[in-house]
């Protein structure tokens, strides 16, 4: 914009109107930032933070209750600027919702106004994993928990049903629609006759616009317990011919602890730790046998082996075949 600046002077000496052409005057930039077209408080949107990148204009930042949220910035040297928004969530205040750069030419001539609006599109793709004894992590494949599907509710009202556990190898699923924002999360895992195995909720869950890769950490349902039937072989041959009399072992759980120690007469296999058996059932998760020996009728050792990984899946007994050398 130009000013005119007309100084009239009305001297009697020097009657004149003098009229000179001022020097620019940079244009104010305003900003109408929406979500997906909706105002912030529709989008839980609780405030923005608006930035020009490789300029010297500092960051701006604005909170909103409602509606659209406006943004004045004054007297900007026109050129072009690339601008960069920043929405805040508004459960979580330091997650940032949207984000999104924008391309803007600033000219001389009036005030300018920007409509920008951050559009959700997102991409969640979610892993699953399988409780282990005593802690959510290392945790048990779909295929080992004995997981099908899966039934996934966002919010309390976003429905995922019947989504498979492994898709194209991978123990995940891609779940469309989810805005963004923090979300509340809850999952239920079924075998496949239908049976609920594990389920697990997640509070406060971060989404943001673009891709997102969450992991989730099922937990065994309580009345659902885990099994396993452990047999033997020794350099391929079975008990007699091996002339194993005996077997012990020690069995820990995915945090090293013991969860026992056993023997058993080699003919005594498979030895079962059975998921219905109050007594023997095993939380659901990874195990292992950090030692398993074979031995003599005069109780010389013959075979061993050690750090056997195992697993427990709900709702079963998983066959092992453990081979001593």
């Known amino acids: ?49 608006v930035s020009f990148v490789g300029s010297d204009i500092g960051s701006t930042s604005v909170g ?21 928004v920043e929405a805040f969530d508004s459960r979580d205040l330091t997650f940032v919702a949207y984000s999104d750069t924008f391309a803007l030419r600033h000219t001389l001539g009036g005030t300018h106004e920007y409509a920008l609006d951050l559009l959700s599109t997102t991409e969640v793709v979610t892993s699953f994993v399988f409780a282990s004894a005593g802690q959510s992590l290392p945790g048990m494949t779909c295929a080992q928990a004995g997981v099908s599907t899966l039934e996934i509710l966002v919010d309390g009202t976003q429905a995922y049903r019947q989504v498979p556990c492994t898709t194209n190898g991978r123990d995940a699923a891609s779940l469309s629609g989810i805005a ?12 496949a006759d239908g049976r609920k195995l594990y389920a697990s909720s997640f509070g406060a869950v971060p989404v943001m616009r673009g891709a997102n890769d969450l992991i989730l950490n099922l937990l065994p349902i309580s ?52 998921f219905d058996n109050a007594s023997s059932s095993l939380t659901p998760g990874l195990y292992a046998l950090s030692n398993i020996n074979g031995y003599d009728v005069t109780g010389g050792l013959l075979y061993s082996a050690s750090n056997v990984p195992l697993f427990a899946p709900a709702g079963r007994n998983q066959a092992f075949l453990v081979h001593l050398q």
């Open 64 to 84: 909103c209750i409602s509606g659209p949220i406006e943004v004045g910035i004054p007297s900007v040297v026109p050129g072009d600027y690339t601008v960069r």
């Open 180 to 191: 963004p924002g923090v979300h509340d999360i809850a999952v239920e895992a079924y075998d």
């Open 1 to 49: 914009m130009r000013s005119l600046l007309i100084a009239c002077l009305s001297l009697v000496i020097a009657p004149a109107c003098i009229i000179t052409t001022g020097a620019p005057v940079n244009p104010d930039m305003y900003l109408t930032v929406t979500f997906d077209g909706r105002g912030c408080d529709q989008a839980s949107v609780s405030a923005i933070r």
């Open 223 to 274: 009345t659902v317990r885990g099994g396993m039937a452990l047999s033997w072989d020794f350099g391929g041959l079975n008990c007699e011919q091996a002339w194993v009399s005996t077997v012990s072992f020690t069995l820990v759980d995915a945090t090293g602890a013991v969860v026992g120690s056993y023997n058993a007469g080699c003919q005594q296999a498979p030895l079962t730790f059975g």
